[in-house]
């Protein structure tokens, strides 16, 4: 109870900083406001990415050409982009200089000959090249993710070695009839190769590229991004504040009370997580009442996923605090942390194009589970079954600091 | 003087490299004002926090209101009041929104918990200005809440640290006549303070620490008489050529006991220190210095202080 006591001193200290208010609601909001200004009409309804005007040079004389070209020209991506062909590169390019065009794949000559293992396992390398148009913002962003997701599943069937042609078959309804043809074409022409043949490293969600259709939200990308970024800024500044009570012996007056030691951290740091949750909350608000930002259709999920990131973020806040050597370095390490995660766990940009290390990077953080599961809600209008490893990567962070924290701040203040 | 409320016995407190208590034992009567005397960074606030169960004494133990400090340290915080030497409090609340949470810290809620934050309001003479936060109070005021809080529970001893430090003397009057006022209601109070005034005003015992130790314990006529008949002497000097030479020749003269040297201010401990004023300037003037001021004062705590230790109370 003494710890609930705590926790709302400390929230109704926080919501009368009025530097913390900007730093927790306005930095976020006009972040994103300008963000989506440069995206466009924030006018608040979503911005309609239909009919992108892109030509394909396919020079290349072989399957893999053939698949680029049946992909893209497949009825899934028919309304999404309006798609010609042409077979002179410069032409094409021109084109996008004179406006008519914001993209132009090329797949050159040989193109499948030089990626395909020969009969001795043999193969080469070979690059499809993308030209944009550099004063558009959005749709070479989505060209390009098209291209990327097609050239990635080539890849890794390529590499896995596998893909028989019934298994390709099967995820044909995912990934589009071309794509399953595809997959049979190289199942069939590595196992001529007498390749040893592994598991498949399709990844299904490639498919969801081939949805159509679809109408881009900035701020359904932005907003839980800015959210999650300026979440663990306050989360961390909140965890500082059980060293400014050491610093203002207002921790040692605690302590001279018959609270007990645990009790106190308990409500110190739970006070970080419900200033957290109350930030959280009133930014979502906020932003669908400002910017017209559906934060999907799944409430349940929804509220549990906000309460985890809150858990994690003030978690993590609370161990880097309790493993700082004073309340100087917990403030310098609580903003490189917030900015290192930010920028890899996907707060500024989709992680969805990162690979090896940096993939396994961006996983350490909060942002990044936190953003899967916020896009998986509000881009993708996903469930609670499409967060669920989203929240359970989040539960297991939150409870791991929060105990590591309790333990370092008991052995640190009970001298 | 058979009833003490609070005693402690042979209390240490040492860290890696230092030994900040070394052995300090006294009790304190119930009723009683006691004070620890002693110049900063002489283990009050040590000895105070291991009262308070702060810090766990690394020998020793203390005995409150039949209570151990080392063993029963939530049955010790129910009856002792804290009143840090720092102003523990929130800026950004108002005066009473801190009374309430700290009394709620004590357990005190409902109208009990709101009958004692207008009480010690009144205490602190501040219930007019109950609801702006203490970010806008003077030092003063701000020290004064800071003992609100302490007395929220109604303590049966109440630990004041150091009080009055960095305030106005019209706040300073304040609160020692709010001590007063409180022990006249039956407040035991254990006192800290590096002013000689204070102590002596407030307590009739005191106990004198330096370096760790307790290095005399008494009545205020006990601890004064360990000085004899010595009057404190303070003379203002400047220009003194070689101090060194000037203290060896002004302890070789009759009645003189102690020469120190504090900035500009010799301080020199001599009995019936009047007779004897002439010889002493002299000395002064003949190691090229010039007196400035003189104050001669009877033997008090200050004395008593330069006495044990050789040292200025404000050293």
Redesign the interface.
């Known amino acids: 109870m003494?710890a609930l006591?705590i926790a709302v001193?400390d929230t109704?200290?926080r919501f009368?900083?009025w530097k913390a208010l900007a730093g927790m609601f306005a930095a976020p909001l006009i972040i994103s406001a300008m963000i989506g200004l440069a995206f466009g009409d924030l006018g608040g309804d979503e911005t309609p990415i239909e009919n992108i005007p892109v030509v394909l040079v396919n020079l290349d004389a072989g399957e893999l050409g053939q698949a680029y070209e049946d992909v893209l020209t497949s009825p899934d991506l028919a309304d999404l982009i309006a798609l010609e062909t042409m077979q002179d590169p410069q032409a094409a390019k021109a084109r996008i200089e004179a406006g008519e065009l914001r993209a132009v794949i090329v797949i050159p000559a040989g193109f499948s000959e030089t990626v395909i293992p020969d009969s001795q396992g043999n193969s080469g390398q070979a690059n499809v090249e993308l030209y944009t148009d550099p004063t558009a913002e959005i749709s070479p962003v989505i060209v390009r993710s098209i291209v990327e997701r097609i050239t990635a599943a080539i890849n890794s069937t390529l590499l896995a070695g596998q893909v028989a042609g019934q298994q390709a078959a099967g995820y044909a309804p995912l990934l589009g009839p071309a794509m399953g043809q595809l997959g049979a074409a190289i199942g069939a022409e590595l196992q001529s190769g007498n390749l040893n043949l592994q598991e498949s490293l399709l990844d299904l969600e490639v498919v969801s590229t081939g949805e159509t259709g679809e109408s881009f939200d900035p701020f359904a990308f932005f907003i839980p991004g800015m959210a999650v970024f300026f979440l663990m800024f306050s989360m961390f500044e909140g965890s500082r504040s059980i060293l400014q009570e050491e610093r203002?012996?207002?921790l040692?007056?605690?302590?001279?009370?018959?609270?007990p030691t645990w009790e106190i951290i308990l409500g110190k740091m739970g006070g970080t997580f419900l200033t957290g949750l109350l930030q959280f909350t009133i930014l979502m608000l906020s932003s669908t009442y400002l910017f017209g930002v559906s934060w999907g259709t799944s409430i349940l999920g929804l509220a549990i996923l906000v309460v985890l990131t809150v858990f994690a973020a003030s978690g993590l806040g609370a161990m880097l605090t309790a493993f700082s050597r004073n309340e100087n370095q917990a403030g310098v390490v609580g903003s490189a942390v917030s900015l290192v995660f930010g920028a890899l766990g996907g707060s500024f940009f989709p992680t969805d194009g990162l690979t090896g290390i940096i993939n396994i990077a961006s996983k350490l953080t909060v942002n990044r589970w936190a953003m899967d599961g916020f896009l998986a809600l509000t881009v993708n209008r996903g469930g609670l079954a499409d967060i669920q490893t989203s929240i359970l990567v989040l539960a297991v962070i939150g409870s791991v600091t929060f105990v590591l924290a309790t333990l370092a701040f008991q052995k640190r203040f009970v001298? | 003087m058979s009833n003490p409320i609070l005693q402690a016995q042979n209390l240490h407190k040492r860290y890696e490299k230092v030994h900040a208590v070394q052995g300090i034992s006294f009790d304190i009567q119930q009723g009683e004002i006691f004070s620890l005397l002693g110049p900063n960074g002489a283990g009050k606030t040590t000895t105070i926090s291991m009262l308070s169960c702060l810090l766990s004494a690394t020998e020793g133990d203390a005995v409150i209101d039949g209570h151990s400090v080392g063993t029963q340290a939530d049955a010790v915080k129910r009856v002792i009041g804290v009143v840090p030497q720092e102003i523990a409090l929130y800026p950004d609340l108002t005066a009473r929104e801190n009374l309430m949470f700290w009394g709620k810290m004590y357990s005190l809620s409902g109208a009990h918990l709101k009958q004692r934050v207008a009480e010690t309001l009144e205490i602190a003479g501040l219930s007019d200005r109950a609801n702006e936060k203490v970010e806008t109070y003077s030092g003063g005021m701000k020290r004064r809440i800071n003992i609100a809080v302490g007395l929220l529970h109604e303590p049966k001893v109440l630990f004041m640290d150091e009080p009055t430090v960095g305030i106005d003397p019209q706040s300073r009057r304040r609160i020692l006549d709010t001590v007063l006022e409180l022990n006249q209601r039956g407040l035991t109070v254990l006192y800290t303070t590096h002013y000689m005034e204070e102590a002596a005003e407030l307590s009739r015992r005191i106990g004198i620490v330096d370096h760790g130790k307790l290095i005399a314990l008494g009545t205020q006529d006990e601890l004064t008489k360990l000085v004899g008949e010595r009057d404190t002497v303070r003379i203002g000097i400047s220009s003194v050529n070689d101090t060194d030479a000037l203290l060896a020749a002004l302890t070789k003269l009759s009645g003189v006991d102690h020469a120190a040297l504090e900035e500009d201010e010799l301080v020199l401990q001599a009995t019936n220190a009047n007779a004897h004023l002439s010889q002493i300037i002299g000395a002064i003037g003949a190691a090229g210095g010039q007196v400035k001021s003189i104050k001669v004062a009877e033997p008090n705590l200050e004395a008593v202080f330069l006495h044990l230790t050789g040292r200025a109370l404000r050293d």
Do not use: E
Request: glycine fraction near 0%; charged fraction near 30%.
């Open positions: 003494k006591q001193k109704l200290t009368r900083d203002h012996w207002t040692q007056r605690l302590m001279s009370t018959p609270t001298k």
